[in-house]
């Protein structure tokens, strides 16, 4: 692969200073990632993973101090302004939420938050435009009578379609990178299965880079061609998934590797034997 990757992290550091003192919570962190790469994410709970995805997408909350370098498809994103990095979100960077729920306006159908969404990064797209991007997307992510559902409220969904719906939404925007923070922990496995198997369609058929943030390395194994092992805000491990499955340097990453129960084997077969999710 030629050129500057799609996005190149070096010495990320984001931190907070309280009256207790002053903490980082990710740590001089640095990963690329390739045009139509998949990178996995992976650390407990206070690992840095979240931060590291709100620092790219330029959401760190009052008080925050991000220091490095951000670079997407070769532009420094740390120095844009606020007005500038609105244009980028959601248009070229695109994120999925853990939660859709809270991410979702229940007083609106789900085919007019799609809808809204996309007009509000193109110019000149009339409602009935953008009802049809809408419709299309829900299509593309195997939601059944896309036609019919575009109409429905986020309650009528069950939780994988709601994620279905968001995933749908960040494709009408057609993004470069798409960035899935834990977007199946709130699902049972055979939904988990179907997901990951959305997310690996999504990005073969659209070329667009993914960052996988999650807690699970079974759910990193089923998508990410590398990975970053973080740990209270280090790089613990980096390496391709199958160097960091096989061979794990890190003794965090061994005690990762020994926490996940293996269901691959289930996945595998869940995948085969499940229904649609509906």
Known sequence: MTGHPLLRVRDLTVGFTTAAGHTDVVKHLAFDLPRGGALGIVGESGSGKSMTSIAIMGLLPKGAKRTGSIELDGRE?????????????????????QDPLSSLNPY???????????????????RREARNVAIEAMERVHIRDAARRVDHYPHQFSGGMRQRVMIAMTLSM???LIIADE????????????????????????????????HDLAVVSEVADQIVVMREGDLVEQGTAE????????????????????????????RTTSEEDR
């Open 77 to 97: 994103l740390t120095t844009l302004r606020e007005r500038e990095m609105q244009a980028i979100r959601g248009d070229r960077i695109a994120m999925v939420f």
């Open 108 to 126: 609106y159908t789900v085919g007019t938050q799609i809808a809204e969404a996309y007009r509000s990064h193109r110019t000149g797209v009339t």
């Open 174 to 176: 057609e993004p470069d």
């Open 183 to 214: 977007p199946t922990t709130a699902l049972d496995v055979t939904v988990q299965a179907q997901i990951l198997d959305l997310l690996a369609e999504i990005r073969r058929d659209t070329g667009a880079g993914l960052i996988l943030i999650t």
């Open 243 to 270: 160097r960091v499955f096989c061979d794990p340097q890190a003794d965090y990453t061994r005690m990762l590797l020994d926490a996940v129960p293996r269901i691959d084997d289930e996945i595998g077969l869940l």
